[in-house]
């Protein structure tokens, strides 16, 4: 088994300001991944990375920049936060390949603005 | 348009009864299916995946699919408050680089 952890949990940002995410896993997974869900429904990808270093931007890439350091870990950046928004960003991470396997999902960030 | 669209929205369903949620792909190059549960302010878990016709059952939980509509559902017999959650359906296509989520069905269990 194996954990994924975000940090912070609860993240209070002013308009225009850089605002950065982070996630931790250690299942040893190749492939991570950033999704943006608001309101308790579906979830939009914004960046994954399919091994260290690799980027790969998904359909709300704009307005966030993603970093992948080390394998284990994957940091979202909001580049300029956009005033009243609130939203959960989940990372997630998977074994290999990204359409094939069983997606880990951490607790979430939850992002206000004011 | 919402490549993976799911129906309906939110279901209420009597304790013990059954639910059906439904989810659709606009795209025929559809490969998997993926249903996965959120429990409220929790993350999303993968619940069952399919990528063949026909019927995969575990426990209380059934997923149909049918290739050539492009059609899954999902079947929870004697419903249970603790399966009150959001249900999200994505799928993945061939030659596709990411999965594709639903908006999801949110499903309350009523005592």
């Known amino acids: 088994g194996g954990i994924i952890t975000q940090t912070p949990k609860f993240l209070i940002g002013q308009e225009g300001q850089k605002l950065t995410l982070k996630c931790q896993q250690n299942?040893?997974?190749?492939?991570m991944y950033w999704y943006r869900q608001d309101s308790g429904k579906g979830l939009r990808l914004i960046y994954y990375?399919?091994?260290?270093?690799?980027?790969q931007k998904g359909d709300l890439s704009e307005g966030y920049d993603a970093s992948r350091e080390k394998k284990s870990s994957f940091s979202l950046t909001v580049t300029s936060a956009q005033k009243n928004e609130m939203a959960v960003f989940l990372c997630?991470?998977?074994?290999?390949?990204?359409?094939?396997?069983?997606?880990?999902f951490g607790p979430g960030t939850r992002l206000t603005v004011l | 348009q919402q490549k993976v669209q799911q129906s309906p929205e939110s279901l209420i369903v009597p304790e013990g009864g059954m639910a059906s949620l439904n989810c659709t792909s606009s795209?025929?190059?559809?490969?998997y299916f993926w249903w996965y549960r959120q429990h409220s302010g929790k993350s999303p878990k993968m619940l069952m995946s399919i990528f063949s016709n026909g019927e995969k059952e575990e426990g209380r939980f059934t997923v149909h699919l049918n290739k050539a509509s492009l059609h899954t559902s999902l079947h929870i017999r004697d419903s249970q408050p603790s399966d009150s959650a959001l249900y999200l359906c994505a799928a993945s296509y061939q030659g596709g680089r990411a999965l594709i989520f639903g908006t999801g069905t949110t499903v309350s269990v009523s005592p």
């Open positions: 997630a991470s998977s074994i290999r390949g990204v359409n094939y396997a069983e997606q880990f």
């Open positions: 299942f040893n997974h190749d492939t």
């Open positions: 795209d025929r190059n559809v490969d």
């Open positions: 990375s399919i091994t260290e270093n690799d980027l």
